[in-house]
């Protein structure tokens, strides 16, 4: 694990190389440079998590309409993705987490959506067995919530969650997305 700055001055962290192959390192801001200006603003992961976790969040609220509402201002993530989603009684994360692996040895920048986490709510997005950082959470949060507040759409925090994942995968160029039913 390495964590610091690069010639760059791009942040650094262990985990995915500049080919994108899965190695020692992942370079913390998107193609763009949109994350390392975002450093800046006031949004941090515990204040990301203490929204996330409010009880107007915390809900559920079935349909599709608000989760796609929100996915379309983002130019739709999900569909420049080629996702595997698991689904049934008993064995998904398992499976999952087999399937990540065999994709990750065979060469593959690969993503991870999972839940429940253990300890962190980056525990659920993974890119190469890497957790999402701290840093990117909360910057890709307070992308997620701009936009809900902008729109007045009320997403659950499911749904939050799910945004994000699709937004760090596609804008980090996973190769393949497993993801687990909700």
């Given amino acids: 694990q390495h964590s610091g700055e690069d010639e760059g001055g791009s942040l650094v962290e262990g985990g995915v190389d500049t080919n994108g192959f899965c190695s020692n390192f992942i370079?913390?801001?998107w193609q763009d440079g949109s994350a390392v200006t975002a450093l800046h603003k006031s949004m941090n992961y515990e204040n990301a998590i203490m929204r996330l976790t409010s009880k107007s969040m915390f809900r559920i609220d079935l349909g599709l309409d608000r989760v796609q509402k929100i996915?379309?201002?983002?130019?739709?993530?999900?569909?420049?993705?080629?996702?595997?989603?698991?689904?049934?009684?008993n064995g998904k994360g398992s499976i999952c987490a087999m399937l990540e692996?065999?994709?990750r040895e065979a060469g593959y920048k690969t993503g991870l959506y999972t839940s429940p986490h253990i300890f962190e709510y980056t525990e659920r997005?993974?890119?190469?067995?890497?957790?999402?950082?701290?840093?990117?959470?909360?910057?890709?949060?307070?992308?997620?919530?701009?936009?809900?507040?902008?729109?007045?759409i009320s997403l659950t925090e499911f749904e939050i969650l799910t945004?994000?994942?699709?937004?760090?995968?596609?804008?980090?160029?996973?190769e393949y997305a497993i993801l687990e039913t909700g």
């Fill in 163 to 174: 945004v994000i994942m699709f937004l760090y995968f596609e804008r980090k160029s996973v």
């Fill in 27 to 29: 370079v913390s801001d």
């Fill in 101 to 103: 692996s065999i994709l």
């Fill in 71 to 89: 996915l379309s201002e983002f130019n739709n993530p999900q569909d420049k993705l080629k996702c595997i989603h698991v689904a049934g009684t």
């Fill in 125 to 152: 997005i993974k890119i190469c067995g890497i957790d999402i950082s701290k840093e990117d959470f909360a910057l890709l949060f307070e992308e997620v919530y701009d936009k809900m507040t902008s729109l007045s």
